[in-house]
């Protein structure tokens, strides 16, 4: 009878915990994120004078910061995304050409964790949102500076990955994962990027 006893209130001490364990994981969370983004743009002729943005497919950093809500095995989070001007320089006799790319995001995302109360788990993610792009084309020449191709666009924005995450406890997780982004067009371009990231994750 004693060993019965005991035996039962171990598991009850154990359901308690693991019941308070997912508890600490459930709730209001912030999550910053860091790492880079690769545009890629087809179709890339833009403004009037036939300006090429091939190779404005460069790696930039990113940074990220999102407020988000935990419940078992779902997230779900408005994220604001920052990404690095891309900026290109080029000389030709005595005119010189610059020329800048930027986006930044403001996405709502939603994950599903595939196994949440583990110390190491995967997740996939989506997104929709609105993403904000800008190029513009600068020309000098001795005396004259003109600004010859200038486009911003707002665009609908969605987005698809999925990554690793490590529970360093209850309410402190650490993140790695992937982002693929389609940010509609700017004039005729069409843009998209390749994200891949680090990132904390707090409970509170």
């Excluded at 860091?34 to 090429?52: D, M, Y």
């Excluded at 990404?83 to 006799?93: F, H, M, P, T, V």
């Amino acid at each position: 009878m004693n060993k019965l006893l005991l035996s039962a209130s171990a598991l009850t001490l154990a359901l308690g915990l693991a019941g308070e364990a997912m508890a600490d994981c459930n709730g209001m969370y912030l999550a910053a994120r860091g790492g880079v983004a690769k545009h890629k743009i087809e179709n890339p002729e833009v403004g009037g004078t036939g300006n090429s943005m091939n190779d404005f497919d460069k790696t930039k950093l990113m940074l990220s910061g999102a407020l988000g809500y935990r419940y078992d095995y779902f997230r779900i989070e408005g994220e604001y995304v920052w990404r690095d001007n891309i900026k290109l320089n080029s000389n030709n006799g005595d005119a010189t050409s610059k020329r800048n790319f930027k986006s930044y995001s403001y996405m709502l995302n939603g994950y599903f964790d595939l196994a949440p109360y583990s110390w190491l788990t995967p997740y996939v993610g989506a997104g929709i949102g609105y993403t904000k792009l800008k190029y513009k084309s600068t020309l000098t020449i001795p005396g004259l500076s003109v600004v010859d191709g200038k486009n911003k666009e707002g665009n609908f924005t969605w987005s698809v990955g999925g990554g690793l995450t490590v529970k360093v406890t209850n309410r402190f997780n650490v993140d790695a994962g992937y982002r693929y982004y389609d940010m509609g067009k700017i004039n005729k371009a069409d843009v998209d990027a390749h994200e891949i990231y680090g990132g904390v994750r707090y409970v509170f």
